[in-house]
Nanobody, 114 residues
């Protein structure tokens, strides 16, 4: 059974940067496209970026221009670098396959204060 563990979330001030990590049990990065997601209170889950294959990364318009995704397929590890954070970025951040075919992890909370 695949397990997804997100970490790195914390409370920050607006304008600051933050790095989140995702570690998956099981060798899934070579067979599954991955993605980063977030869900703010009272909002639907949003797709932030996808890593469909190889080193290709595609960013949605949600945080486009403020994100950098890195991954290591051998370690089944992925990082989300966020910059110029805004209060509306306050959310729980998740990783999963794309589409999200695995059980959701607990996510990691990011709180951005103005």
């Amino acid at each position: 059974q695949v397990q997804l563990v997100e970490s790195g979330g914390k409370s920050v001030q607006a304008g600051e940067s933050l790095r989140l990590s995702c570690l998956a049990s099981g060798d899934i990065f070579r067979k599954t496209a991955m993605g980063w997601y977030r869900q703010a209170p009272g909002k639907q889950r949003q797709l932030l970026a996808t890593a469909p294959r190889g080193s290709e990364i595609h960013y949605t318009d949600v945080m486009k221009g403020r994100l950098t995704v890195s991954k290591d397929i051998d370690k089944n590890w992925m990082e989300l670098q966020m910059r110029d954070l805004k209060p509306e970025d306050t959310a729980v951040y998740y990783c999963n396959g794309w589409p999200p075919i695995y059980p959701w992890g607990q996510g990691t909370q990011v709180i951005v204060s103005s």
